[in-house]
């Protein structure tokens, strides 16, 4: 009699434990489902935003021909690049996609190269903005579109070897190591660092980036402020430029706190289940990847007054267009 008790007590509990499971993987499913159209929509905003703010950059030659518009469009195209990224590996993480590790570390690689700009541009712009209000007789002669040009191809220069580094880790431990080359959970970064080495190096790099720029920021801020109070000193044009540099190293802390992002995450996963992580993973990607991404790009091109009218005339001409295909829609549809 007890052991068909125990029979029926065992049978009851793996059909409550299956349901439990059940319930909970058609709830995760509907998370992810309302998580990547919760990211979606903004990230197809945002890129519009960052993308007319792309196509205003190079429609005049005063922002082709102007060395800090130009150091702005590397900027922004980086970041906009590093978006579209990132949004592409939330979206394939959220449908379970798995991948090979080659596919997987080419994409992680073009994401790095992309998020490891914008540090570089942000320190070779805030020398930009220091030479121009500390030395503003010599500053034409300094940032020429030939140093601005060679600044540029440093900077990517730099990116490409980092990248490259980390690629070549990652074959030899691939190599050596894998049994095969599919992975068996979705691609991430933290499915990458698996070698002692690799995440070593990529700590060292982070901190080198971030320190450099930081101190170059920095630097400037204070030339900028002794330079202001002189009194040859332009006052307004030493005004913007504080505001400016303080604008650099808020994006500095958005793009370290993205970085830093993998540390949050593997900390967390000891503490709490796979299904928080996942909640916590996407609000961390809302608040550290996309909303700085636009949000301070907007504010560049609002704040300029060069920019400021060509952009709002480009957003607005977006709007009024797709308002008008709406109603070519919508009177296809009534016919």
């Known amino acids: 009699m007890s052991l068909l008790l125990w029979f029926i007590y065992h049978l009851c509990f793996l059909k409550m434990s299956s349901v439990n499971q059940s319930e909970q993987q058609e709830q995760g499913a509907v998370e992810r489902l309302l998580f990547s159209t919760a990211t979606g929509i903004p990230c197809c905003i945002f890129l519009l935003i960052n993308g007319t703010m792309l196509f205003t950059l190079r429609s005049k030659a005063v922002f082709r021909d102007t060395s800090r518009y130009v150091l702005l469009y590397n900027l922004l195209l980086a970041d906009t690049a590093q978006m579209a990224c990132s949004q592409l590996m939330y979206v394939l993480a959220a449908c379970g996609a798995t991948l090979t590790y080659p596919e997987c570390g080419v994409l992680n690689l073009l994401g790095k190269l992309t998020s490891d700009i914008s540090p570089l541009t942000l320190l070779v712009m805030s020398v930009e903005r220091y030479v121009a209000v500390c030395f503003p007789l010599r500053h034409a002669s300094i ?23 980390r690629g070549l880790l990652m074959f030899r431990f691939a190599s050596q190591h894998l049994p095969s080359l599919q992975m068996s959970e979705v691609c991430s970064e933290v499915a990458l660092l698996v070698e002692p080495v690799t995440n070593t190096y990529n700590n060292v790099y982070t901190y080198l980036v971030f320190v450099s720029a930081t101190a170059a920021i920095t630097w400037s801020y204070v030339g900028v402020m002794v330079a202001a109070r002189s009194a040859s000193a332009d006052k307004a044009s030493a005004h913007k430029a504080r505001v400016t540099l303080l604008l650099h190293l808020v994006q500095l802390g958005f793009t370290l706190s993205s970085t830093i992002n993998i540390l949050i995450i593997r900390l967390l996963s000891v503490s709490f289940q796979r299904l928080v992580i996942v ?24 704040r300029d007054q060069t920019i400021r009218p060509v952009l709002i005339y480009h957003l607005c001409c977006k709007i009024k267009l797709y308002e008008s295909q709406v109603k070519v829609l919508g009177w296809i549809r009534n016919k």
């Open 143 to 165: 940032i020429t579109s030939r140093s601005t040009g060679a600044a540029i191809g440093g900077v990517w220069a730099v990116g490409l070897l980092n990248v490259l580094t």
């Open 279 to 302: 909640r916590i993973r996407s609000v961390l990607y809302m608040l550290n990847y996309m909303l700085p991404r636009c949000l301070i790009s907007l504010i560049y091109g609002l």
